[in-house]
């Protein structure tokens, strides 16, 4: 198992081989990401494909200092749009969306977000954020909203009931809009 900056250094010297370390460190992570959101086998390993291929041609000039919350962002994104494309005329039923429609009124869409820098700078407060959370708190958030996880699985991973882990999540996404106002992004 080589670490991060081995891997991002690798890629920066376009070695191909980093690919390949790439997906038997992080494949099954992001294959997770990507199966949660599109509930398909094939749309999840397309993601993870169209992951790879944009971590490629995203380093350099990016350099993550961690690759797995980087990889499952990718995977995430590309999941997204693939569920956008072949659900766009069906909205319901997962909880995929679901987690998307508590999050939208607390995130602008990405639609809204016009740049590049202003996504980093979402992105940065959101990391931010997160930092401030108990351990606790930030994993139900990342079990919810990063990897899409009903609240059912998100309650029996935490040993929480279903109705406290709502209401704790309710009381995070107050804080994060608090945050997200704080910082200039609302």
């Not at 191909?16 to 099954?28: D, K, N, P, S, W």
């Not at 494309?85 to 995929?96: A, I, V």
């Not at 990897?147 to 309650?155: G, K, N, P, R, T």
Request: glycine share 2%.
């Amino acid at each position: 198992m080589q670490d991060d900056s081995r891997i991002i250094a690798m890629l920066e010297q376009r070695d191909e081989q980093a690919l390949t370390v790439i997906r038997e460190q992080f494949g099954a992570m992001c294959y997770q990401v990507a199966y949660r959101i599109t509930g398909s086998r094939e749309d999840a390993e397309e993601c993870v494909n169209d992951a790879l291929m944009a971590v490629w041609n995203s380093i350099p000039p990016q350099k993550p200092d961690r690759l797995a919350p980087y990889l499952a962002s990718l995977a995430s994104r590309r999941a997204i749009n693939r569920y956008k494309h072949t659900h766009s005329e069906k909205r319901g039923g997962t909880q995929f969306t679901s987690a998307l429609d508590e999050l939208a009124e607390v995130i602008p869409s990405t639609e809204n977000v016009e740049r590049q820098v202003e996504r980093r700078e979402l992105t940065d407060a959101l990391t931010k954020w997160l930092r401030t959370l108990s351990p606790e708190h930030r994993r139900i958030f990342m079990q919810r909203y990063f990897y899409s996880e009903s609240i059912q699985a998100v309650a029996q991973a935490n040993q929480m009931s279903a109705d406290a882990v709502k209401m704790l999540l309710m009381r995070l996404r107050r804080k994060l809009q608090k945050h997200l106002r704080k910082e200039g992004l609302l």
